[in-house]
Nanobody, 120 residues
C-alpha cells in the first residue's frame, strides 16, 4: 500500500495551494481519507477528513479556508487551501483508513508528508 502526496511548496500569505494524495496497492475499499499536519514543536493535528459517503470534518483553524474532496474512482483525496497564513506552515500528512479485503479489519496508513511553507 502506498500514499503518494504531492502539491506542497512555498506560497505567500493569502495565497492558495492544492495538495493531492493518491492511494495504490492492495486495497479493497477506503472508508476515509484525510490530511493532518504537524508544525515544528507542535503535535500532529487534524486538518480535514472525508469519508466514502462524502461527509467531511475540518479542524477549527482551517474551517472556511480549506476544502477537502475525494475522487473515489482514483482513490485520491485533494485539499484545496486558500487564504493561507504563516500559521499554516507545517508538514502535511495524508491518512487513509482502508481494508485489504471485504470484511477484513480496517487498517490505517500514513503517507510520508509534504511540506507547506507560507511566507509572511
Amino acid at each position: 500500500v502506498q500514499l503518494q502526496a504531492s502539491g506542497g511548496g512555498l506560497v505567500q500569505a493569502g495565497g492558495s495551494l492544492t495538495l493531492s494524495c493518491a492511494a495504490s496497492g492492495s486495497i479493497s475499499g477506503i472508508s476515509a481519507m484525510g490530511w493532518y499536519r504537524q508544525a515544528p514543536g507542535k503535535a500532529r493535528e487534524l486538518v480535514a477528513a472525508i469519508v466514502t459517503g462524502g461527509a467531511t470534518n475540518y479542524g477549527d483553524s482551517v474551517q472556511g479556508r480549506f476544502t477537502i474532496s475525494r475522487d473515489n474512482a482514483k482513490n485520491t483525496v485533494y485539499l484545496q487551501m486558500s487564504s493561507l497564513k504563516p500559521d499554516d506552515t507545517a508538514v502535511y500528512y495524508c491518512n487513509m483508513v482502508y481494508r485489504t479485503r471485504a470484511f477484513s479489519p480496517s487498517r490505517e496508513y500514513w503517507g510520508q508528508g509534504t511540506l507547506v511553507t507560507v511566507s509572511s
